[in-house]
């Protein structure tokens, strides 16, 4: 199926109801789908049913297959952030980030002594907050927005009641408006325009096919969310750049060169599993990371309070790490693998997959990947058992772990596999990244 047949699909997605469960159909290339039904299937957490915050990632996956474009992930944090405050009040003794956050606002206050449905202001903050963040939407798009937002208000209004659904939903898109607003002050410039790389010995170049210029090399300038993070950057790189065969970097290269000679059907299946390199193919990093976390939460039926903290740390963590990286990526500016062997080892080779356009150290898929993942982990627990389903509907074989940092350890090893990282960028994405997650993941929301 073509991605403009996938979202006139996507236009007619249909909410179904069950009772009192609605079941989203997400449909995706291949005419195939993501079977949520057989993840697991028992009941929610204590508190309100987390399906409505769910059901809003699962559309905003959608969009991310339709066109990688509409959304950086860098703004993932804002979604979650509206979700964790437009039901913020009532979690028992929860704080709002703005105490956490650096130049967070205060958030909208609720009225005192008057009731909420926190399932309906979820609901209005997540329909505001994709509408906002998104970008380029097709009116078929605005459709499959509009139609997820008014199957829920037709599900809840009817509890809640005609005042305290309008104060509920009334409070949530008052807090997407308060967190849009917020993020057009962050600085956040995701464009390569008048990027001039530098040039020294080993320094990086663009890469074959396309041989692009680097990507993101501005975003260390955007506003942090954690001021304590504001200008972390990684360590040097621990071997120094040379061509002489009996150097450790000569060797640590010859190491990727040799690896790619022998890669075993599964390293290639790895490597193949998190390419994350859109155009069609499928989802983006973050994509692939957000469909690993919200089928975990499904998994695990979670509460919407759960699930809103989780989604806030992990889209924090996300972003923070993002910028981390490239800020560091882009002061190191060192050679990609492909580089280095077509000039010194073998001019005709190339990787398994595709070199990204950026810098090598230190490798985002360990470390962002890593983070998020650690983050999750800090609120869902160390060994959550759970099988990615992401590209079924590539005809892929799903894949299964212990931990989700074991989903983030693999993310980085492919990189490897795949031809386009060295091992130490590798093993120093994944400590930062761990580093970084288990900080955010710590923050203290609620006693």
Known sequence: MKLSSL???????KSVFIGSLIILTLLIPGCQKIDWEHINNHPHGKGPDARVAID???????????RNSTLNGAYVSYLGIGLYESVQPGIKNAVSLSGKLYQMPAMPATEKNKGYDWQVSANAAMASLLRSFN?????????????????????????AGSEKFMRSQAFGRSVATAVYNWSLTDNYNPSNAGYVPPVFDGAWVPTPPAFANGVQPFISNARPLLASI???????????YSVDVNSDFYKMVQNVYAVSK???????????????????????????????????LYQKRVDLGTAAE???????????????????????NLIRPVSYIKQHIDSTWLPFIVTPPHPEYPAAHAFVTGSVMRAAEKVLGDHVRFTDHTYDFRGWKARTFNSLFDAGKEAGISRLYGGIHYLPSIN???MLGKELGQKIGSLKLHD
């Not at 504001?230 to 120094?240: E, K, Q």
């Open 135 to 159: 970008v380029g939407l097709t009116p078929a798009n605005v459709v499959t927005i509009d139609s997820l937002e008014n199957a829920y208000n037709q599900k809840l209004m009817a509890g």
């Open 7 to 13: 979202y006139r699909r996507l236009a007619g997605l």
């Open 56 to 66: 809003w990632f699962r559309l905003q996956l959608g969009l991310l297959l339709e």
């Open 262 to 296: 022998n890669l075993t059907q599964e390293q290639k299946d790895i490597a193949l599993f998190w390419v994350d390199q859109g155009n069609g193919t499928g989802f983006t990093p973050h994509g692939h990371d957000f469909s690993i976390i919200t089928q975990v």
């Open 428 to 430: 120093t994405g994944l």
């Open 310 to 332: 989780v989604y806030a740390k992990t889209g924090i963590t996300e972003r923070e790490a993002t910028i981390i990286c490239f800020r560091s990526k882009y002061k190191y």
């Open 230 to 240: 504001a200008t972390n950057v990684a360590g040097p790189f621990p071997f120094a």
